[in-house]
Structures are given as structure tokens and as C-alpha cells.
């Protein structure tokens, strides 16, 4: 019998799983596999592993170098040692100081002997006996009486199993409670014995060769259990290439495909732009006007547009995008512009409503139950802009449907309601997307179904029209994400602010000081002024709710808590409002409109305490305070959108982040914050700190994270690009490689195309 505990069930036979994994594929859930019980099945889940892939797939985030067995004799204080011995003896002993379990052993090689100490693991007396041949590695330490090895990991040798704990590089994994490394190891190397043939190369041979990366079967050996850390970095490289390379070909089809298609050619109304131009209340930045322009020539071409504008927060996205509806709309055709929140709709509604007033169109505005997409039957409001007598008409969905078939609205402003079945323009020629970055070529072709035209008349073949997509976003992108993730979109940026914006006095506010920020606050209010308060969360979780008990520094302020307190007991005398996504529409319609009525006596709300639904392109001018709970808990990209809030009128605007985390990291974050309020530099330097995977916040890219992080090696992208560009050209469908296309669908997929 066995007697080292769980994990010295690795010490059977080789091949444990023999015979049972005959039926098993890499798809087999976890549930099939044998010493993998309930509990375990849970803590798995909770990482994510659901299958045996996903399992050979949970790789090590670091490594242990335990390679180097040395004789007793040689060992070295406060030096990592590995050593193999033979216990003489082993006992448990209770400190009187600290009331703490102490087992403790004499161990000898033939060189000499030396004391073991573990602490707090009393059953290992269980497990070890005297006599028993043992790997320990662990740290050489200087006690009382002499040097002892403490606690040391330990693995029993035996004749027929290799060393998986100690003895060699040792792999340390991405762990969860109850779920230890040591487990992992002892389930994985079984796992990888029987699999590793199972696993297909999806990647072409040519690439493997060109780019010397490790085939599939040796790199999932050699990431688990390398036998060098050079093997090990190679392993990884592999895998990160492996993704990049999804990526990359993903990108590059969606490229292809787009520039096959056609589009309805807009020219250039040189008169038109001008008087747009001159009406405006501003004079355009150089970068804005250099966007329109590409964006222009892009329009006069018979491909669809792909372009992605990118701009810093309050850089006037808006206004080019409209520039180039409005020419698009005065040759006759009709224009798609969608908002991800209803919030965001409404005010790009009323704001382009304002900006087009003399160019007699109609617009309109479609949203429906926010971010429900697909339910045909959410309930749909329409609103149409009537020009000519300046007035917002309220009209059935049903109408506004009929007239945006007929051509009698112009430019439709709009949610995720806009991709609804039933939505469909007479001559869509122009898609904008404001902060969505990607529009699949079929959704674009199936919203301009009364598109369909005859072709040339040399081919008499009906062909398609994709309307051009223009997408906007304020999340500055470093240039190797960009690189990989947009390859298919053509890059535009506004990389100035217009003149004389204020820089926001940013700063980070101790616990301490909490009191001095509300009276400030309060003063601020009291000049007439207003006041963002957002909240990482709606409700605080039963999990916070614990924490804030038993640690003072975990206290999360959630929306609704925070309003309470900031209502009844800080600002009894203010006017404080709530916002979050959980409301109904007309609730949230209702306290936007409160907020962003003018100062005077329209004005009902000085605070408003909200979730993150505030985050994009809310434009409040007379806000001048952005105050943040829980700073810790947002991406830097993140909280420079929240602070891109204020700053929007002639009064010095202000931003406090709240923490009370004491991370370094944390603080290192924030600190960047304050000294930059450049988001492209932001981004770089959250890349820089946090690694990719957090860049975005809680946004959800599902790029994998080992992905993630070669995102940071310019030259493998570049080289990943380059290998996913050749196979393309040689085999653009990928016929010859249905792995790899498995792999690409599956990664369409993965990036939630709208
Ligand atoms: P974003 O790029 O964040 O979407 P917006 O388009 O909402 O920014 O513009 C922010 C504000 O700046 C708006 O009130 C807009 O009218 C104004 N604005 C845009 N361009 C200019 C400019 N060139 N000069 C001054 N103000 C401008
Ligand atoms: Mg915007």
C-alpha cells in the first residue's frame, strides 16, 4: 500500500491509466477520470478545466529549479538544494512558543546528514518513515543547533516512476484552494504518459520548421515537465506562437474576405464638407481633419471600408464620424450609427441632431431593452427627428421601420437594435460603430438587404453590397495589440486634444482623507458644479460582505450601499442620484436626463453614484468632479475613460481614486494615472505593469493568456503575422490544413463577432 498521501499515488506503475483512457479522447470531461472526485471536479471547474484538453492545457506559470542534486556535504546556507537520502529517523514535536507542529528528521546520504524541519504538517509522520529513501529540496537555514533544511518538498524514490516534485525543474501551477501544484503534477504527468500521442499538430510543418518551434507533442511534454529551462521557455514560445498564430490568421481571412466584396462608391462633396466645417462651433484639429480625410478616400473607393478610428477620450470622435455620414447621406444614401448603451444613444441622438440642424435630414433612434439583442420581441421604441420644425417626434416602431425601408430616415442612431431581424435600410451604404470594435462582413450585407444589385454588366452576376463600417473607440490600443487583434482594420488616430481642454487634477485620496474630499466635494457642488461617484459593483457579494467583516481594507463600496450613505448621511443636503445597468430604461433615461439638464433650475441631481454603465462617452459638461471607490479594482485603460468624464468644460475638473488597497502594484498603477493623461501612454505602461490580460479591465477579449503575454514580444508577433500571411497566400481557404481551420472557426467564435 501507499502510503505518501494523495499525491505519492504517483509512485504506482508508469502507466497508471492504462487500459482506461483506451475510450478517452482530449474532449472527455474531467468527470471520466479516475482519482479525480467531486471535490476535485469543482476546484478544477474553478479554473476553468472542464476537459482533459483543457487540462494538458493548464500550463505552469513558473518553474522550480530542483535540478541539481548535490551530496549533503555540499550543501551551502540560505541556498536552494536538492538532496537524496534515507530518513534515520522522523518525529513530530510541539513548540511551546508558538504552539505549532514541528516534524523533524534526521536524513544521510553517504556524504553526511543533516536535520529536516516541516512546520505545521504533522501528517507527513504518516507518510514518512525511517528507512524510506527520499528527493527533498528545499532552502538551506541556519537554526539554534545548526543548519537544517526547511521544509523542504518531498518525494519518495522508487525504482520504477521518475521524479515529478523534486530532483529536477519543477513546474508550479496557476493554483486555487484545495488545489495544489503538487496535486496537478501528480495527475498531469499520468495524463501527458497516456495523451501526448493524442495530440494532433495543428499547426502546418513549414511553419514549424521556418519558424523553429517545437512541435506540438514535444512542447506539451516540455512545458510541463522541461528538461532545461531553456526547453521550457522554448515550450511556452511555442504555445504563445500557436495563438498569436489563430490570431493573426483570423484577422487576416476577415481581411481577405472584405476586400472581395464591393461597396457603393460615395464621392467626395468638397462644397458640403465645407459649410459642415464652418458651421460647427470649433475649429477641427489637425488630427481630426486628417481622419476625415482617409476616411473620405476610403468611402470613394468600390471595397468596403474597414477602418478603425482610434482616439483618446474627448478628442471629437463624433464629429468625424458625422462629417462622414453627412457626405455619405447627401449622395443619396442612408447611414447606420450604433451606441453600446441606450445612454450613450440618446446622447449621440440629441448631440448629431444638434450638429446636422441645418442640413435638413431625418434621424432616427432605435433602442431596445439594453444589450438584448436577439429577443425579437423586446419591446422597441422609435423616435424620428423630424428637421424642419427642429422637434422630436415620438413614432411607433413600426413606422419607423416602414420609412427607414423607404429611405425617409437618413441616419439611424441606435443600440444593438439596430442588428435586430427586422431592421432594414432601403440603401445602407455607411455603418459607424462607436467603442465595438468589430462587424462581421455578414451582419453588414444582411442590414442592407435591398442592396442587392446586378454587377457589372461584363459579369451579369448579382453581387452583394457591404455597406463601409467605421469603427470608433477610446481605448488607446498599443501598437503590437493593434497589430494583432485590428490587423483586419485599417488604423485612423485622433492623437491630439482640441486646445485649451484643462488638464483633470488627479489624485489619490488615503483612507484619512476621505472626509476632506467630501467637503470639498461639497463645495464644488455649491459653486453649482456636479459629481461622478462610481462603484466597482451594483451590491456588495456575500463574499465582500464576509471579507468587509473579518479585513477592513477588502470594504468594496457598492452602488447601492454607497447611495445610501452618501444620500441620508454624507450629503443629506445635496441632490444625490443612482445609476446602474440593472435599472429599467426609463429609470435610467430619467436620472440621465436629471444629471445632464443644464446648471439653473432644470438641474435635479449634484452626485450621482453609478457602476461602470457610465463609462463611454457620457458627456456632462457642467461635471467636474470624478470620484472613484475601489480604484484597485479597474484597468487603467478603465479609469482614464472614467476620468475623460470631466475635464469638459472651462472649470479646473478633478479626479480622486479611492483605494484601500495597500498592493505596490496597485499604487504603481495609480501613480501612472496621475503623472500621464495620455491614454496611448497609459496603455503602454499598463501593458507594461499588469501584462495585457488586465490592460482591459473587466472586458472579456478571449484571447487566451499565454497570448496575452507574447503580445508584449513585437518581433513574435511580427513573425506569427509574416507565417500566417504566407499560408494564406499559398492556401487562402485553408483546405489543406482543416486543423488549423477548426482551430481559426473556433477562435471566430471566441471573439464574440457582433
Ligand atoms: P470622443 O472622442 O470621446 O467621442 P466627443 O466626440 O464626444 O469625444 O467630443 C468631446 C467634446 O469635444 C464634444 O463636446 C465635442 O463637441 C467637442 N469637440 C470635438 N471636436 C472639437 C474641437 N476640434 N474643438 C473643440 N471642441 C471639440
Ligand atoms: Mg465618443
Not at 282 to 295: D, G, M, P, V
Not at 510 to 529: C, E, H, L, Q, T
Not at 571 to 593: A, S
Amino acid at each position: 500500500m501507499d502510503k505518501t498521501g494523495a499525491c505519492g499515488a504517483s509512485n504506482r506503475g508508469s502507466t497508471p491509466l492504462e487500459g482506461i483512457t483506451i475510450l478517452m479522447n482530449l474532449s472527455t470531461p474531467i468527470e471520466s477520470l479516475p482519482r479525480v472526485g467531486l471535490s476535485y471536479q469543482k476546484r478544477l471547474k474553478k479554473l476553468g478545466i472542464k476537459t482533459i484538453r483543457d487540462l494538458l492545457y493548464h500550463f505552469p506559470h513558473r518553474y522550480e529549479d530542483f535540478s541539481n542534486i548535490i551530496p549533503i556535504s555540499q550543501v551551502k546556507l540560505n541556498e536552494t538544494c536538492c538532496i537524496k537520502v534515507k530518513i534515520l529517523e522522523i518525529e513530530n514535536i510541539r513548540t511551546w512558543k508558538k504552539r505549532m507542529i514541528l516534524t523533524q528528521a534526521i536524513v544521510k546520504d553517504k556524504s553526511g546528514a543533516i536535520k529536516v524541519i516541516w512546520f505545521n504538517q504533522p501528517y507527513l509522520i504518516k507518510v514518512l518513515k525511517s528507512g524510506d529513501n527520499l528527493c527533498l529540496a528545499g532552502k538551506i537555514t541556519l537554526g539554534d543547533k545548526g543548519l537544517y533544511l526547511s521544509n523542504p518538498a518531498h518525494e519518495k524514490i522508487s525504482q520504477t516512476t521518475s521524479l515529478i516534485h523534486t530532483g529536477r525543474i519543477v513546474p508550479v501551477y496557476p493554483e486555487t484552494e484545495g488545489l495544489s501544484s503538487r496535486w496537478l503534477r501528480f495527475i498531469l504527468r499520468p495524463l501527458l504518459v497516456e495523451f501526448k500521442k493524442k495530440i494532433r499538430e495543428p499547426l502546418p510543418g513549414k511553419v514549424i520548421r521556418d519558424s523553429r518551434i517545437l512541435p506540438i507533442q514535444r512542447a506539451i511534454w516540455q512545458i510541463h515537465f522541461p528538461d532545461s529551462l531553456t526547453l521550457a521557455k522554448k515550450a511556452q514560445k511555442r504555445f504563445s506562437f500557436e495563438e498569436l498564430f489563430f490570431i493573426s490568421l483570423f484577422v487576416l481571412r476577415e481581411k481577405l474576405k472584405i476586400s472581395k466584396e464591393r461597396a457603393i462608391p460615395i464621392p467626395f462633396h468638397p462644397q458640403l464638407i465645407k459649410n459642415f466645417v464652418k458651421s460647427l462651433p470649433f475649429k477641427l484639429t489637425n488630427a481630426q481633419k486628417k481622419s476625415a480625410w482617409q476616411i473620405l478616400k476610403d468611402l470613394e473607393k468600390p471595397r468596403p471600408m474597414n477602418r478603425l478610428l482610434e482616439g483618446d477620450v474627448g478628442s471629437g470622435k463624433t464629429v468625424v464620424a458625422v462629417l462622414a455620414a453627412l457626405n455619405v447621406i447627401k449622395q443619396g444614401f442612408q447611414v447606420a450609427f450604433m451606441a453600446p448603451t441606450e445612454i450613450l444613444a440618446k446622447q449621440h441622438f440629441q448631440e448629431i441632431s444638434k450638429l446636422l440642424k441645418k442640413f435638413n435630414l431625418n434621424i432616427g433612434l432605435l433602442t431596445g431593452k439594453e444589450n438584448r439583442i436577439f429577443s425579437k420581441r423586446a419591446t422597441l421604441r422609435g423616435v424620428a427627428f423630424g428637421d424642419r420644425k427642429n422637434k422630436v417626434i415620438k413614432i411607433s416602431r413600426e413606422k419607423l421601420l416602414e420609412k427607414l425601408k423607404k429611405e425617409e430616415i437618413d441616419l439611424l442612431i441606435g443600440t444593438h437594435a439596430l442588428i435586430q431581424e427586422k431592421v432594414r435600410f432601403g440603401k445602407l451604404a455607411l455603418v459607424i460603430l462607436d467603442e465595438q470594435h468589430r462587424f462581421g462582413v455578414e451582419q453588414r450585407a444582411k442590414l442592407a438587404t435591398s442592396n442587392q444589385q446586378p454587377a457589372s454588366p461584363a459579369g451579369g452576376q448579382a453581387t452583394r453590397i457591404i455597406p463601409h463600417l467605421l469603427s470608433m473607440t477610446a481605448t488607446p490600443i498599443p501598437r503590437t495589440l493593434a497589430l494583432t487583434i485590428y490587423g483586419d482594420l485599417d488604423l485612423s488616430l485622433i492623437n491630439e486634444l482640441p486646445k485649451g481642454r484643462k488638464k483633470i487634477v488627479t489624485k489619490v485620496i488615503a483612507p484619512g482623507n476621505r472626509k476632506a474630499a467630501y467637503n470639498f466635494i461639497r463645495s464644488v457642488v455649491k459653486k453649482g458644479r456636479q459629481v461622478f461617484v462610481i462603484c466597482p459593483r451594483i451590491e456588495p457579494s456575500d463574499k465582500e460582505k464576509i471579507e468587509k467583516e473579518i479585513s477592513s481594507w477588502a470594504e468594496v463600496r457598492a452602488v447601492k450601499e454607497e447611495y445610501q450613505k452618501l444620500s441620508k448621511i454624507v450629503f443629506p443636503d445635496l441632490k444625490v442620484g443612482m445609476l446602474h445597468g440593472k435599472m429599467t430604461t426609463k429609470e435610467k433615461e430619467k436620472i440621465m436626463k436629471h444629471f445632464s439638464a443644464q446648471t439653473g433650475r432644470g438641474k435635479k441631481i449634484d452626485i450621482l453614484v453609478s457602476t461602470s454603465v457610465i463609462e463611454v462617452g457620457i458627456d456632462v459638461p457642467n461635471a467636474t468632479v470624478m470620484m472613484i471607490e475601489g480604484a484597485e479594482r479597474f484597468g487603467l485603460a478603465q479609469l482614464h475613460q472614467f476620468r475623460g468624464r470631466v475635464g469638459r468644460s472651462k472649470y479646473q475638473s478633478f479626479c480622486f481614486l479611492f483605494t484601500d488597497s495597500p498592493a505596490k502594484k496597485t499604487h504603481q498603477r495609480l501613480k501612472a494615472l496621475i503623472s500621464s493623461e495620455n491614454g496611448f501612454e497609459l496603455a503602454e505602461k499598463d501593458l507594461g505593469i499588469r501584462g495585457p490580460g488586465d490592460f482591459f479591465g473587466q472586458r472579456q477579449w478571449g484571447i487566451p493568456d499565454l497570448a496575452m503575454s507574447a503580445l508584449k514580444d513585437i518581433f513574435l508577433v511580427e513573425k506569427t503575422r509574416k507565417a500566417a500571411k504566407e499560408i494564406l497566400e499559398e492556401d487562402p481557404e485553408l483546405k489543406k490544413y482543416p486543423l488549423l481551420r477548426g482551430r481559426v472557426e473556433k477562435f471566430r467564435e471566441r471573439i464574440h463577432l457582433e
